[in-house]
């Protein structure tokens, strides 16, 4: 069984930053994609940014390319969200979630299906 918690969501003002966490543990963290994804009240759970197991490939929803950047560090079990220039339309409940491909594939998914551990989430407001 895996466990993931979110940390790092909260108020921010348009135009800042917030740097989220999400601490891995009960299964060997390495060898899995990650990915990001973000849920607004009334919407669908999408895609945020996705990352292979090793950091050799990523993927950004066009909505965040060029402000939010994914990363990982295997040795602290631990995946990341870097989020710059936030906008109100960023806000959300953030969560992130491991793949369920096999270890060491080497790509990235896009829809949630392809996930199957997931985070409780955590709040991100951006304010106007």
């Known amino acids: 069984q895996v466990q993931l918690v979110e940390s790092g969501g909260g108020l921010v003002q348009a135009g800042g930053s917030l740097r989220l966490s999400c601490a891995a543990s009960?299964?060997?963290?390495?060898?899995?994609?990650m990915g990001w994804f973000r849920q607004a009240p009334g919407k669908a759970r999408d895609i945020v940014a996705a990352?292979?197991?090793?950091?050799?490939?990523?993927y950004y929803a066009d909505s965040v390319k060029g402000r939010f950047t994914i990363s990982r560090d295997d040795a602290k079990s631990t995946l990341y969200l870097q989020m710059n220039r936030l906008k109100p339309e960023d806000t959300a409940v953030y969560y992130c979630?491991?793949?369920?491909?096999?270890?060491?594939?080497?790509?990235?998914?896009?829809?949630?299906?392809?996930?199957?551990?997931w985070g409780q989430g955590t709040q991100v407001t951006v304010s106007s």
């Open positions: 009960g299964r060997t963290f390495s060898g899995y994609g």
């Open positions: 990352i292979s197991w090793s950091n050799s490939r990523t």
């Open positions: 979630a491991t793949s369920r491909r096999a270890p060491w594939f080497n790509g990235v998914d896009t829809e949630a299906t392809a996930y199957d551990y």
